[in-house]
């Protein structure tokens, strides 16, 4: 199963995190070359930022 891009085309704040989808510009240059083990480190990373932010 492909891991799609939680992307939904949001800005980013001066920590260089998208405001949207949560990721640091790392993570959003380097997801095409990313496998899928990275891909799900890089949810992970989302989830630990939005409970740190409150969001759900």
């Known amino acids: ?29 380097n997801w095409a070359n990313m496998n899928d083990k990275e891909k799900r480190e890089v949810y992970k990373k989302i989830e630990e930022r939005k409970k740190l932010l409150n969001l759900k």
């Open 1 to 29: 199963m492909k891991i799609e891009s939680p992307c939904n085309d949001k800005c980013f704040n001066e920590d260089n995190h998208c405001t949207g989808c949560h990721r640091h510009i790392d993570d959003i240059i």
